[in-house]
């Protein structure tokens, strides 16, 4: 038998072993699952930040591009979704009503910065290249990447470790099933907006 100081070692070891999947999942697979092209976007913004350094106004403004694509397309119906899904089963397993309030001001802090990246690489388009507002570009790319990668493993460590100890295989379907369809949803209004 181990002891808990060793075997919290353990699992912490294992953990990082096989991907960062921890070995204790007992129903949540699926949900983390679905959310590993939100951590997998990430690289677009490291990327973009990059190519404003380095690369030539071309590559740099599709780098920027393909930045703001996971944003807009990936993250931010992602984030929606889970404020009518996600996050209303954790504020009913800690009954309390906006338990996931924190979570639900980063989303729109990102959300805020998306829309200045936006604005910026809009200006970068029509003036000289991205280099002219790298010093606006760089903290947005790299504050960006920083904040949302907190705010995945937050969500991760603590809100899926929550529904794994308390929830259903079938509940976490549902859950899974829901932000799918309003992701879904939204991307659908996002490219019939002219």
């Given at each position: 038998?181990?002891?808990?100081?060793?075997?919290?070692?353990?699992?912490?070891?294992?953990?990082?072993?096989?991907?960062g999947y921890p070995l204790s999942d007992?129903?949540?697979g699926p949900l983390?699952?679905?959310?590993?092209?939100?951590?997998?976007?990430?690289?677009?913004l490291q990327l973009a930040a990059t190519a404003v350094d380095s690369a030539?106004?071309?590559?740099?403004l599709a780098a920027l591009d393909a930045a703001a694509a996971y944003l807009n397309a990936t993250f931010l119906p992602a984030a929606a979704a889970e404020e009518f899904t996600l996050y209303i089963a954790v504020d009913g397993l800690y009954g309390a009503i906006d338990a996931t309030g924190v979570m639900r001001v980063q989303h729109a802090t990102i959300r805020a910065m998306a829309g200045d990246?936006?604005?910026?690489?809009?200006?970068?388009?029509?003036?000289?290249?991205p280099a002219a507002y790298r010093e606006?570009?760089?903290?947005?790319?790299?504050?960006?990447?920083?904040?949302?990668?907190?705010?995945?493993?937050?969500e991760d460590d603590v809100y899926l470790a929550l529904l794994d100890d308390h929830v259903s295989e079938s509940q976490v379907g549902v859950i899974v099933d829901n932000?799918?369809?309003?992701?879904?949803?939204?991307?659908?209004?996002s490219t019939a907006r002219p």
């Open positions: 038998m181990l002891s808990g100081a060793v075997s919290g070692r353990l699992s912490v070891a294992l953990h990082a072993v096989i991907g007992r129903v949540v983390r699952h679905s959310r590993q092209p939100l951590t997998d976007g990430l690289r677009a030539a106004p071309p590559a740099a990246l936006d604005k910026v690489v809009t200006a970068a388009r029509a003036d000289t290249g606006y570009l760089l903290p947005l790319l790299h504050g960006l990447y920083a904040l949302i990668r907190a705010h995945l493993e937050a932000i799918e369809r309003i992701v879904s949803a939204r991307r659908e209004a």
